[in-house]
């Protein structure tokens, strides 16, 4: 079974400083790793993915995530936070495999202060 | 974006009484899914399609029905409404199975059951 355990459901950063959201997951199988990033009253939007290939995945604005297999870890940053970035964070992990639906975190909410 | 409209976008129903919530896209992609978001809970698959009058249930299955009978529409329904069913209900699309491309979510239903 595949589980992706986000920690921290709240995280608190001034505007100028890194942000780093912690994901770890357990598959059975080589994930796929997903971010997403809800705005309020919006849907989803993917903010990156790791499928194979480099470890380093480069997303939409300015953010990216390392997959490290030995950590079984896919931990987001961004070097300096945006107002813009106050969002709930959602780390999902997958089998790979047509078809198979994503295994969402319980989300992380971005407060960003000035 | 991706051509996904959620209908309606806020409902409020009675405990007992059916619901029907749909799903409609405009990208031809095989496979759909519904999703709930609860609070600490991230988002959880209830049932997903990937054809036409082909799905599968998913993690919180129970008291949901779904149909498919044209490739653009998925229907989600409550049998008997319940207080635990009020949360915010995403459909999400995606062309080859989320494990291998990008899910397109769509703006969501907001259902609270009174």
């Known amino acids: 079974a595949q589980s992706v355990t986000q920690l921290g459901s709240h995280v608190s950063v001034s505007e100028g400083a890194l942000v780093l959201l912690r994901c770890n997951y357990s598959?059975?199988?080589?994930?796929?790793l997903f971010w997403y990033v809800q705005y309020p009253n919006q849907g989803l939007q993917l903010l990156l993915k790791?499928?194979?290939?480099?470890?380093l995945v480069k997303g939409i604005n300015g953010f990216e995530a390392e997959f490290k297999k030995s950590e079984t870890s896919f931990h987001l940053t961004k070097p300096s936070a945006h107002m813009s970035d106050a969002a709930e964070y959602f780390c999902?992990?997958?089998?790979?495999?047509?078809?198979?639906?994503?295994?969402f975190g319980k989300g992380t909410t971005l407060s960003v202060s000035s | 974006d991706a051509g996904i409209t959620q209908s309606p976008r806020h409902k409020v129903t009675e405990t007992g009484t059916p619901v029907t919530l749909r799903c409609h896209q405009t990208?031809?992609?095989?496979?759909m899914y519904w999703y709930r978001q609860d609070p600490g809970h991230g988002l959880r698959l209830i049932h997903y399609?990937?054809?036409?009058?082909?799905?599968d249930k998913g993690e919180v299955s129970d008291g949901y029905s779904v149909s498919r009978s044209k490739t653009e529409d998925f229907l989600l329904t409550l049998e008997s409404a319940t207080s635990s069913q009020t949360s915010v209900y995403f459909c999400?699309?995606?062309?080859?199975?989320?494990?291998?491309?990008?899910?397109?979510f769509g703006q969501g239903t907001r259902l609270t059951v009174v």
């Open positions: 999400a699309i995606s062309e080859s199975g989320q494990g291998t491309t990008e899910a397109f």
């Open positions: 598959s059975s199988v080589p994930p796929y």
């Open positions: 790791y499928t194979t290939g480099a470890t």
């Open positions: 999902a992990v997958s089998k790979g495999q047509a078809g198979t639906a994503l295994i």
């Open positions: 990208e031809n992609h095989r496979y």
């Open positions: 399609s990937y054809g036409v009058k082909d799905t």
